[in-house]
Every structure is written in C-alpha cells, then in structure tokens.
C-alpha cells in the first residue's frame, strides 16, 4: 500500500482480556517499530524487528506484552491480560534500512481498557 | 538515557504571526527529526538534520541544528491555521526517543 496501515482503528475492551493490534508497513521497508503514545509519557518506543533479525524489545514494559512479525510484512502487537494502564495509542512505524531514523508512521490505535 | 525537552508545551498565536520552537537535550544527537502530528494521524516526517549548524527550510518552516548536535530549532514565518498541530522532534536511530511535544494552535 501507499502507507503504513494500521488495525482496528480502535479497540475497546475488558481489563483483563487479551488484544492483538495490526501493522501493515509500507512495501519494501525491511524495519517495522513500535511505540505508544500516552498523555502522561508522550511516545515511547516498544519494540523494533529488522528483517530476519531478532526483535530489540528493550521497550516492552512488561512480559504482557509481545509482538511478532511474520514473513518479514505484517506484525502484530499483542497484550495479555489488559490493564487500564495499558490504555493508548499504538503506534506502528516502517523504515528502509539504509535510513532507520526516517520512520514512516500509520494512524494507530486506540485501545480503551474499560 | 536520551531525553528530548521541547519548549514551550503549548503555544496559541494569531494568523501571519511567527513563532518558535525549541528542542533541547544534554546528548548528542548524530541526527534529529521533526514530526508534525494532526489529532487522529500518526506523526508525518517534516525532515532530518545531521550536521551540526545545518539550517533546513521547508516553505516558511526553518529547522536548525545547534552546533554541537545537542539542540534544535523550528521557525515558522507567517503562521497559518493549516499549521495547527502537534509538533514533535526526535532522535536516537532505530529506537526513536521523543520530545514530549509543543502543540501548536494558529487562530484566523
């Protein structure tokens, strides 16, 4: 596609359920990142895979959360076990390697943990 | 840690006014990015600055990179409502560390 996608657009849901949220990244980008966007801490990196290497995970802020990428396209974000906290914007990001600091963004999710 | 401190947080100014915006950090940076975001949107890449001193325009946007790669700047001349948004910078290679964000409001 044209850009990064992104779904749902958003999400509600239980505490205590689980969620999985969509990335879709542009064509050709080999770098997928993701970070959470939040009123109290502004955007936070998650997680970031570069092709067949494995994930830097080093912003995942606790083992509920986990991501993969299948196929070196399409990843998915997953949270188990849902918080309030958890609450925010999941944002998904692409890049070419040759220029990982030109990230490409989708629109995100909002996730509403009731 | 990297931090990213933006200034002001929030700013309201009237059409065809100028304004600025600051990005600081204690780091250096071998690079930093600029990042305009509508409600509803993820960040769109307004550019990247490398070299310190560097000075980039885009239309009435100026973007500065301090000399010793640890500050930045953006300058808008003539503030119109198109640019109402959430601006934000960035650094730090692959695992982006952002500014908290200025947002801006341009009334007409």
């Known amino acids: 596609g044209a850009g990064v996608s992104q779904s749902p657009s958003n999400k509600v849901t239980e505490k205590g359920k689980d969620v999985e949220l969509r990335c879709d990244p542009i064509?050709?980008?080999?770098?997928l990142y993701w970070y959470r966007q939040s009123l109290g801490q502004g955007l936070e990196f998650l997680i970031y895979?570069?092709?067949?290497?494995?994930?830097?995970k080093s912003g995942l802020p606790s083992d509920r959360f986990s991501a993969e990428r299948t196929g070196g396209s399409v990843s998915t974000l997953t949270i188990q076990r849902t918080q309030q906290e958890d609450s925010a914007v999941y944002l998904c990001?692409?890049?070419?390697?040759?220029?990982?600091?030109?990230?490409?963004f989708g629109p995100g999710t909002r996730l509403t943990v009731l | 840690t990297q931090l990213l401190e933006q200034s002001p947080q929030f700013l309201s100014i009237q059409e065809g006014e100028n304004l600025t915006v600051y990005c600081n950090s204690s780091?250096?940076?071998?690079?930093l990015q600029w990042y305009r975001q509508e409600p509803g949107e993820g960040p769109v890449l307004l550019v990247t600055?490398?070299?310190?001193?560097e000075v980039k325009k885009l239309k009435r946007l100026t973007f500065q990179f301090g000399d010793a790669r640890k500050d930045s700047s953006l300058h808008i001349t003539a503030a119109q409502p198109g640019d109402t948004g959430l601006y934000l910078c960035a650094g730090g290679g692959n695992k982006l560390v952002f500014g908290a964000g200025t947002i801006l409001r341009v009334k007409s």
């Open positions: 064509s050709g980008h080999t770098a």
């Open positions: 780091s250096v940076f071998s690079s």
């Open positions: 895979f570069q092709g067949n290497s494995a994930p830097d």
């Open positions: 600055v490398v070299t310190g001193g």
């Open positions: 990001a692409s890049s070419l390697w040759t220029s990982p600091t030109e990230q490409f």
